[in-house]
């Protein structure tokens, strides 16, 4: 099938405006993403596309920034090829949690191994934030307990825990695309103990967790601590990751306010993971 690109351009570019945009393009049908310096690009079949669709979504935004774009049509091709080639490398982490897609031939042995089918989702651990968030769970005694991922992505920190032991794992995210590449890749790496959902921290209700990992930008995680707080038991931990050394004060004052302790931070490139205790 033949795809749609759009090359979105963000003028002066700030990394929660791309995600937030990212979203937005799931929820019209576009069903993958690779980010860059100062935008992003999305792919949507071509069958799928409408160019008043989109110029009425960027259109009904008022941001400061300026929002540019360029369409391209991609021929049908091998999209494991391209994601091979162009944008996912086999990934180490700590010398133990290999991840990997389905068509890398060459990769090393290490004790977990996570394979990720992109089929054209965005998430494959090369971002900071995803990586920095595996080191602090290796670091973590997961084993028999209770696992709440919020915005999962493609699964791999869902995943990674059901590799540790995890009792069960609920991964949510808002947007469709993530949701079925979790569900697809929990079978891939035969975690039947993951329950993926499609929404928000709207979805929680009484049910707590003695872990709960959210790799979301800024504003969502600082909006939504309360309910993080309200599902963790006394003694649970919060890992949050999804933003900047200049975010931490304000997100370690949201979680403070809802009774988090501070245990630690990590912290590559300016990204930055925060880990708290009820």
């Not at 405006?17 to 999305?42: M, P, Q, R, W, Y």
């Not at 499609?198 to 309360?226: Q, W």
């Not at 919060?238 to 931070?265: C, M, V």
Request: with cysteine; net charge negative.
């Amino acid at each position: 099938m033949d795809y749609q690109k759009i090359t979105l351009t963000i003028t002066p570019f700030y990394d929660w405006l791309s995600e937030f945009l990212i979203a937005k393009f799931g929820d019209i049908g576009f069903e993958s993403f690779v980010e860059n310096e100062i935008g992003f690009e999305a792919y949507i079949p071509i069958n799928k596309y409408s160019e008043t669709t989109l110029k009425k979504l960027i259109s009904e935004n008022n941001f400061e920034s300026k929002l540019s774009f360029e369409a391209e049509t991609i021929p049908d091709q091998n999209w494991n090829e391209v994601w091979e080639k162009n944008y996912f490398e086999p990934l180490v982490i700590k010398d133990t949690c290999l991840i990997r897609a389905p068509f890398h031939k060459e990769f090393p042995k290490c004790p977990i191994e996570i394979v990720i089918e992109p089929n054209m989702a965005f998430g494959t651990g090369n971002h900071e934030t995803t990586s920095l968030m595996v080191e602090s769970i290796l670091e973590e005694n997961i084993g028999g307990k209770s696992v709440l991922d919020m915005g999962c992505g493609t699964g791999i920190l869902s995943i990674l825990a059901s590799k540790l032991g995890a009792l069960n794992v609920l991964a949510i995210d808002i947007d469709s695309w993530s949701f079925e590449g979790t569900s697809e890749n929990a079978v891939i790496n035969k975690c039947d103990n993951i329950v993926a959902k499609h929404g928000d921290a709207s979805l929680l209700g009484d049910e707590t967790f003695e872990f709960v990992f959210a790799n979301i930008h800024k504003n969502v995680l600082i909006n939504d601590m309360k309910t993080y707080a309200k599902s963790m038991k006394s003694g649970s931990k919060l890992l949050l990751s999804g933003f900047y050394t200049k975010d931490i004060p304000a997100i370690t004052e949201s979680a403070e306010n809802e009774g988090l302790k501070p245990l630690g931070q990590k912290i590559k490139n300016d990204w930055v993971t925060l880990t708290f205790v009820k």
